[in-house]
Structure formats: C-alpha cells, structure tokens
C-alpha cells in the first residue's frame, strides 16, 4: 500500500492530500531514509513524521487491503515516541 494511502486510512493524518503534501515537504522518513507519498509500506516499516514541534513515530502492524472501520484503524500501527 501507498504510504499516502496508509496515512490516511490509518488516520494518521486526516486526508490523503495533506498527507501528499507533507511527503513532498520531507518530513516523512520510512526506515530513517526520506520517503515520498508513492513508497510502497510493508510490515514492520516505522514511519517517522516531523511536525514543527514534535515528531512521530509508529510502526507499521498491519496493511489493510480495503477499507479501515475507526475502531480498526489504530490496530494498524504501534506509535514508539511522540
């Protein structure tokens, strides 16, 4: 799955857009290397997001193949540092 994709269905971050724009802003890191909305995730990957103020760090559990109920999307992923 896309990495734009999974943030959003994972409801790291709200829409895919956003989630578009941050990858092109470089502050998505996939295993510490920079990452473009496009990166195919598997499991295991940590995603790493640098807001202004704080980063984020999760890592990946589960691809999803369809949609994501809320209540599902916080089983995809294990935050490590916020």
Not at 2 to 24: Q, T
Not at 25 to 35: L, S, T
């Amino acid at each position: 799955m896309r990495l734009d994709k999974f943030l959003k269905v994972s409801r790291i971050i709200k829409r895919r857009s956003v989630a578009n724009e941050v990858c092109d802003m470089a502050r998505v890191f996939v295993n510490d290397n920079p990452a473009k909305a496009a990166k195919q995730l598997k499991e295991n990957d940590i995603i790493t997001i640098e807001y202004k103020t704080k980063t984020l760090k999760a890592k990946v559990l589960k691809i999803p193949t369809g949609n994501v109920s809320i209540n599902e999307a916080a089983n995809l992923y294990e935050i490590l540092e916020e």
